[in-house]
């Protein structure tokens, strides 16, 4: 079965740096696009940023644009996302998602997504 599980959330102060990982299996991972999500606190879930099976387009939501980055191993079926210049607004937990075929375009928005991580949190504390 699709699995998706990320790693490398935790706490930094304003400013710094943190990079997430994704390790995907039971699906052939370069056949699909592949997002990031976040939730904060009483928020709703954010796309954050998205990239086509063989990163040749990719997509970032305007309050990220410039400082996170995101980038696929299709050799090691993994999903990074650098992020840096980190700001307290943030702060949320941040979910790996499979995107469904043929929704790779546009924003990106939950209802593009068939299978999701359980999450990890980062914290940016000012």
């Given at each position: 079965?699709?699995?998706?599980?990320?790693?490398?959330?935790?706490?930094?102060?304003?400013?710094?740096?943190?990079?997430?990982?994704c390790?995907?299996?039971?699906?052939?991972?370069?056949?699909?696009?592949?997002?990031?999500?976040?939730?904060?606190?009483?928020?709703?879930?954010?796309?954050?940023?998205?990239?086509?099976?063989?990163?040749?387009?990719?997509?970032?939501?305007?309050?990220?644009?410039?400082?996170?980055?995101?980038?696929?191993?299709?050799?090691?079926?993994?999903?990074?996302?650098?992020?840096?210049?980190?700001?307290?607004?943030?702060?949320?937990?941040?979910?790996?998602?499979?995107?469904?075929?043929?929704?790779?375009g546009?924003?990106?928005?939950?209802?593009?997504?068939?299978?999701?991580?359980?999450?990890?949190?980062v914290?940016?504390?000012?």
């Amino acid at each position: 079965q699709v699995q998706l599980v990320e790693s490398g959330g935790g706490s930094v102060q304003t400013g710094g740096s943190l990079r997430l990982s994704c390790a995907a299996s039971g699906y052939t991972y370069d056949s699909y696009c592949m997002g990031w999500f976040r939730q904060a606190p009483g928020k709703e879930r954010e796309g954050v940023a998205r990239i086509t099976s063989v990163s040749t387009t990719k997509y970032y939501a305007d309050s990220v644009k410039g400082r996170f980055t995101i980038s696929r191993d299709n050799a090691k079926n993994t999903l990074s996302l650098q992020m840096d210049s980190l700001k307290p607004e943030d702060t949320a937990i941040y979910y790996c998602a499979r995107v469904r075929r043929s929704h790779c375009g546009g924003r990106l928005e939950e209802i593009d997504i068939d299978y999701w991580g359980q999450g990890t949190q980062v914290t940016v504390s000012s």
